[in-house]
């Protein structure tokens, strides 16, 4: 079992690249707080923080891939197990097509039910990579999650 999502982004690869390994970036789309090292055996830290304080958590790892304006492959740690996460960005137009895989998945109801949570909390957070790098906006603050967020500077 596979999850592939793609977008279509406004930004250029370059910027799209650096919104998912730049640390500050990050943390005005995905995660509360971000640590990043962006280049192949490069460590990261990315934290959750919710109103909840009992659904906070954070991922760590080392970077497989991180080829600027191309790629960013790293380990995603779920309650089952480790899986994959690669990230392709394609230049399309003036913008980029990302597609995202989520892979590694094993088998089961248990499993099944950690794809569907993935599937869903993946297509929120690219549409608010899109929100973010094509209109300066973060939709986290309106989403039922309860998510702590770092509040966008005011565009100008």
């Known amino acids: ?50 109103e909840d304080a ?38 399309a137009g003036t913008g980029t097509e990302l597609t995202l895989v989520h892979r590694g998945w094993g088998e089961g109801a248990d499993w099944d039910e950690a794809v569907s949570l993935h599937e869903q909390g993946w297509g929120f957070f690219l549409d608010n990579l899109v929100a973010y790098l094509d209109r300066g906006e973060d939709l986290r603050p309106s989403a039922p999650m309860g998510q702590k967020t770092q509040r966008l500077p005011q565009q100008a």
């Open 54 to 91: 009992t659904r906070d958590h954070t991922y760590t790892g080392t970077y497989h891939d991180a080829t600027p304006a191309e790629s960013v492959s790293y380990p995603w740690q779920t309650g089952l197990g480790e899986t994959t996460v690669d990230v392709r960005l394609r230049p």
């Open 1 to 50: 079992m596979t999850i592939e999502i793609r977008r279509m982004l406004a930004a250029t690869p370059e910027r799209v690249f650096h919104a998912l390994t730049d640390a500050d970036d990050l943390s005005h789309w995905w995660t509360t707080t971000a640590e990043s090292d962006p280049r192949i055996g490069g460590s990261f830290s990315y934290g959750f923080e919710f």
